[in-house]
């Protein structure tokens, strides 16, 4: 109204602008108007036409919430690559600063049988730097992992772990099929590096002989859980640096972690899913 008075007046106001109208039925519609001065029956009118552009106007919202959601996709992998980045900087840098430190003393070292354990202690620590690198090699090789996918990698890490000390495994999965997405190479190393963790604890420490672990998957969130038939957790090993490492890597993913060492030791992870979008930088 305003604007058919001001152009009737004679005042500059745009010949073609778009507008949202409802209809007798409730219905919201955008509409795009042409309008300008005409006589009609010997006096000054306004003629308008009005086109239906709805349609048009939902396509380019989509286009715009396909375009936010591309760039919120890109920032979530651009913050994958650096936290996956970090932890292998954490991990080998721990690592190869040890071998550099052990190496110094060997040099140093006033009798053989000492230059020959601190060897011994270098050689563990670059198989274990070799394991590092694969892993991390394994998750960047396995991009777009799915659940089923990611539980094969999880049991064939428990075999190749437990196996070599003669402790039996149990691995039970329980994934819902209709759970949306894939894990991501972050809930991927996490997880690996818990599993790892949870396994090495049982090995060096629980004295077991069975290990059993249940991951199960669905559209609210992760629960992985791993339980060996050991002695549990003794005050020293809860003060080490495996489990506040579980925890950290938990916080990471906004889950967390239930640690009970009753009758051998259970460690309980929950992660909501999907993952928030400001998991914060793992720093072990």
């Known amino acids: ?12 106001v745009p010949e073609e602008y778009e507008f949202k109208v409802v209809t007798r039925w409730g219905d919201e519609r955008w509409v795009s108007a042409t309008a300008g001065v005409i006589e009609y029956e ?14 048009r ?17 890109e920032e979530r992998h651009a913050r994958e690559r650096e936290n996956l980045v970090m932890d292998l900087h954490d991990g080998i840098g721990g690592i190869t600063t040890n071998i550099r430190i052990l190496a110094e003393l060997a040099q140093q070292s006033p009798d053989f049988e000492g230059f020959r354990n601190k060897l011994s202690i270098i050689s563990q620590l670059a198989k274990e730097g070799i394991t590092e690198i694969r892993s991390f090699m394994r998750i960047i090789e396995t991009s777009g992992l799915s659940w089923h996918m990611l539980a094969v990698e999880i049991r ?3 075999n190749a772990l437990l196996e070599p000390h003669g402790i039996g495994s149990v691995f039970e999965t329980n994934i819902d099929g209709d759970t949306a997405g894939d894990p991501g ?37 992760l629960r992985f859980v791993i339980g060996d038939n050991g002695i549990g957790c003794s005050k020293d090993e ?3 640096r495996g489990l506040p490492n579980i925890r950290k890597r938990a916080a990471s993913l906004g889950g967390t972690v239930n640690i009970s060492s009753d009758s051998g030791t259970r460690l309980a992870l929950e992660i909501p899913l999907p993952l928030r979008a400001d998991s914060g930088v793992l720093k072990t």
Do not use: W
């Open 1 to 12: 109204h305003e604007r058919g008075a001001s152009r009737m007046s004679g005042k500059e």
């Open 57 to 73: 106007k939902h396509a380019a919202d989509e286009k715009v919430r396909l375009y936010e959601e591309r760039i919120r996709e």
């Open 238 to 240: 809860s003060r080490g």
């Open 156 to 158: 064939s890490q428990g």
């Open 185 to 221: 190479s972050l809930l991927c190393l996490n997880l690996f590096k818990i599993h790892k963790e949870a396994l090495t604890n049982a090995i060096k420490h629980a004295r077991a002989t069975m290990v059993t672990v249940n991951l199960s998957v669905n559209n609210h969130g």
């Open 42 to 55: 010997g006096a000054p009118a306004v003629i308008a036409t009005l086109s239906d552009i709805t349609d």
